[in-house]
């Protein structure tokens, strides 16, 4: 597809971005300035950088590494601190947001999330797997395949049922993380303890639970909460804060039962 | 992404075997191989006898001799997380890999609409049989029955296990699982969690698989893409995978390869995919002995998003529910089409769906509602932005549902779908009708399988969307997530323990002849994408494949389109291979090294889809072929020419490839042709 849209040529908009450029997890980065023009408004912001890459792979240049996967706001691929917000403006995921939120003329900085536990690889992308290692100490029920009882022989109360997939619609993105002056990763922590916690199936290592994720939160780097509220208004998925409160409840609770 | 299927039970009789000249459209493109047909399935059995009855003539392996036992699984979403977890419960050595940087994100993780299930839970007559028999005929008689009926019986198993893993799905307020019929399903089996039930399933799986990480059964290679598998003396051992961070070239051996790595539908470029799903690991081992088969089956979903200019990346799916209350219409006169929609009056509207099918109207299914809008955009009289100066976009319109139920209703129903319009057009679909166009979304086609889901390399297991075995030429809506699920779960775990109970295979070292040609081919690969140094984005010539795809190989393929085809798509992978321009080194992360591995694949691929439609001179689910239509412009199946399985075997660089035939005979069903008028 060569010929662009005649409505898009009229708005496109011309822009300065300020972009962290580093090769690799060892070398010290620092931002780039390039100008891109025609930007239309329709295009997504992952779009916009598409364009500056292929305008960079024509020049020559390296293109910038940034990730992404599903570009419609769930996979958790995406995440970028656009003028030192997690994802932007909008309350969305970085690939849900399109140019129509910035002006012709915009100056934007575009940075990797920030956080120790988060290490940059390269340009835009971070190694997020402290994550899954948080999952792995105990954000789970133990249940093998093929053991399961029959779905209905336990009843779940609609309220908890509801409230269970409210927090479990965490896309383990790390906005909270980048937004927190702490660094900390606790309404990542705190939604999946609050989903399963919710439900009965989660009861039998609820106290394990949320010990050892926490644990596991502290060996991996991140800062521990003071009660900011920054992540949960930088969260796509409108994660509330009192996931946090939650999380306490549960980790006093486990201690009064001596874990 | 939300998916329903309007079924209807409008069978006509007897138009099936309309008779019909053979015509070897795609003679000089193949050459024909022996017939192909599957041994695992006893299938001599009744067909409810035949899972219980194989599950037990599969030999079992005994507990110690798991620990000595390999298994490399590729893919993490649900049919590759749910298989890793549960062959690592097992007690067997699982290596998982992934090209995402964490498992949970493989693009299972978008299906919105549901999972079905034959649970019966609403006493309304649903039953395996019903679910077999659902789905059968909606992949219009060319899926492989005994597959299909187990996927039924095992579906209920599914809805089980995903309970007591915590996936919050739907209740009712007596606190029991709710369901809702999905599209025109006429039972209601499809369990949901609001509009994200493939996030909370592949949550459910990445739970169940990182505990096996805990456990130490599983290790996790993220940001690992597979670009050769290793074939030892006709037997898969192994994969080499490129670390994608410091883009070392790494050998896994093994016992035995299970490929769950998704489907292929971005050989269109613009599809609902994410942007990393590609065909790689499948076309490595088609290249290596496994067979494609029905290439061709693609399904293409009504109610995208449509593009909006000439940087667009990917398409959204919205789900198709809006057809119960939208109503889709396209300007009469062209003049119209660039006009603001509120100002055309209803007598210049040509709502086309309800004036050509009176009965069905704007739920007429999927394919119909597809093609009858690139027919009205082909017209010249689609409507949103020109890009490339064709409108391809018709208008879905609430304002009739507004009025009728009021505001606040049409919120309730579809709130989350209208704003996720607005985010994506900048328009607000309450005073604007919304634009739709089709956008491909799903493959049917695959690696060849037998019952045992083993491709034809011994030892080389496919699930999911990767293989081709349940859906037949279309898929029903809520599906996919069941046959992923069902295959990782509680299929592959018995069946692969049959081919490992010859093991341990013989330890194979590095540097093995083969295991060093499959390390050279990727090396080679990679090193002449870097030293091309030609003048064109890896991109542009993805779109420019996208587009061939799209235009002669999408919702309509005739003889004369889908030759052109093939030789436009030639004569591009061939200039891809002299001109691409790829910057960057092999030992960093570099992702337009990475694209231009997967884009070399889907340039082959797309050839076999062209082939292989070319070759199937009928009409049958998503594949419509020009030729083969009624007089009312209906699909019209050749069951006496076609109720074969296509698989194709590689031919060799320069060779053709080698069709061999599945005949599909049926005998727990009887075959029908559909009608909607």
Known sequence: MSASTTEEAKTGMKLTLKIWRQPDATSSGKLHTYQLADVSPDMSFLEMLDVLNEELNAKGEDPVAFDSDCREGICGMCGLMINGEAHGPEVTTTCQLHMRSFSDGDVITIEPWRSDAFPVMKDLCVDRQAFDRIIQSGGYISVNTGSAPEAHSVQVPKDAADRAFDVATCIGCGACVAACPNGSASLFIGAKITHLGELPQGQAERDSRVVDMLGQHDAEGFGGCTNIGECAAACPKEIPLDVISQLNKDLRTAMLHGR | ?677
């Open chain 2, 1 to 677: 992404m939300t998916d329903s299927n309007y079924e209807f039970s409008a069978d006509i009789e007897g138009h099936a075997d309309s008779p019909a000249a053979f015509s070897d459209d795609a003679a000089g493109y193949y050459t024909l191989g022996e017939p192909l047909a599957d041994t695992k399935a006893p299938n001599d059995l009744p067909i409810s006898e035949r899972w219980s009855t194989r599950k037990f003539e599969a030999r079992l392996v005994n507990p110690a001799n798991r620990r000595k036992l390999s298994i490399i699984v590729v893919g993490t979403g649900l049919a590759g997380a749910s298989a890793a977890a549960t062959l690592g419960e097992a007690g067997y050595v699982v290596k998982s890999f992934c090209y995402q940087d964490s498992p949970r994100r493989a693009h299972s993780i978008a299906a919105q609409g549901g999972i079905n299930a034959a649970k019966n839970y609403k006493e309304d007559g649903d039953s395996v049989h019903r679910l077999f028999y659902d789905t059968v005929k909606g992949g219009d008689y060319r899926s492989r029955e005994s597959n299909v009926y187990r996927l039924a019986e095992v579906s209920t198993n599914i809805i089980d296990q995903c309970v007591a893993q915590g996936v919050p799905f739907a209740r009712e307020y007596g606190g029991l699982l709710d369901n809702r019929s999905f599209g025109g399903v006429q039972v209601s089996r499809t369990f949901y969690a609001r509009g994200q039930t493939g996030q909370q399933l592949l949550i459910g799986a990445y739970q169940a698989l990182e505990r096996q990480v805990a456990a130490g059964t599983v290790t996790t290679y993220t940001r690992h893409e597979m670009l050769e598998v290793i074939v030892v003396d006709g037997k898969a051992r192994g994969i080499i995978a490129r670390d994608m961070v410091t883009g070392e070239i790494e050998t896994h051996l093994a016992d035995v390869v299970v490929l769950a790595s998704g489907g292929y539908g971005n050989v269109f470029y613009l599809s609902t995919n994410a942007m990393g799903c590609n065909v790689t690991a499948a076309w490595r081992a088609h290249r290596k002995g496994a067979y494609m088969a029905n290439p061709c089956y693609t399904q293409i979903h009504p109610t995208c998003i449509p593009v909006s200019g000439s940087h667009q990346s990917k398409l959204t799916l919205m789900s198709e529910s809006l057809r119960n209350d939208g109503r889709i219409w396209v300007p009469k006169d062209k003049a119209d089409c660039a006009k603001d929609p509120r100002d055309i009056p209803e007598e210049d509207r040509d709502y086309y769906l309800e004036r050509i099918y009176p009965s069905f109207g704007n739920l007429v299914p999927r394919d119909i509602a597809s093609r009858a809008a690139k027919y009205q955009c082909d017209d010249g009289r689609g409507v949103g932005p020109e890009v490339d100066g064709v409108r391809r976009g018709v208008y879905l319109d609430f304002a009739d549902a507004i009025k009728r139920l009021g505001r606040d209703a049409v919120e309730s129903k579809y709130g989350n779908l209208f704003d996720m319009y607005a985010r994506i057009t900048g328009e607000d679909p309450y005073e604007v009708p919304m634009r739709i166009y089709p956008a491909v979304h799903y493959v049917m086609g695959g690696l060849w399988v037998d019952y045992d889901l083993q491709s034809t390399i011994p030892g080389l297991f496919v699930t999911g969307e990767a293989n081709f075995s349940d859906h037949g030429a279309n898929r029903l809506g809520a599906s996919a997530l069941m046959q992923g699920l069902a295959d990782g779960y509680f299929v592959l775990p018995h069946t692969i323990r049959d081919y490992l109970a010859d093991g341990p295979f013989e330890p194979i070292s590095e540097d093995h002849p083969a295991v060093v040609e499959a390390q050279q081919n990727v090396q080679d690969r990679i090193n002449h994408f870097l030293t091309v140094d030609g003048t064109r984005s890896v991109d542009s010539y993805h779109r420019e494949l996208g587009n061939i795809m799209w235009e002669y190989c999408g919702m309509e393929r005739t003889e004369t389109g889908l030759k052109k085809a093939i030789e436009l798509i030639r004569t591009l992978k061939d200039d891809f291979y002299r001109n691409v321009k790829v910057l960057g080194t092999a030992d960093s992360l570099n992702q337009s090294l990475e694209k231009a591995g997967r884009v070399a694949d889907f340039f082959e691929l797309g050839e076999l889809m062209c082939i292989d439609a070319l070759n199937r001179r009928e009409s049958c689910g998503g594949h419509f072929r020009g030729e083969s239509q009624t007089e009312d412009g209906e699909a019209l199946r050749h069951d006496d020419q076609f109720a074969y399985v296509a698989a194709w075997e590689w031919g060799g660089e320069d060779g053709q490839p080698v069709l061999h035939k599945e005949d599909l005979t049926y005998t727990a069903i009887e075959m029908k042709q559909r009608s909607y008028k």
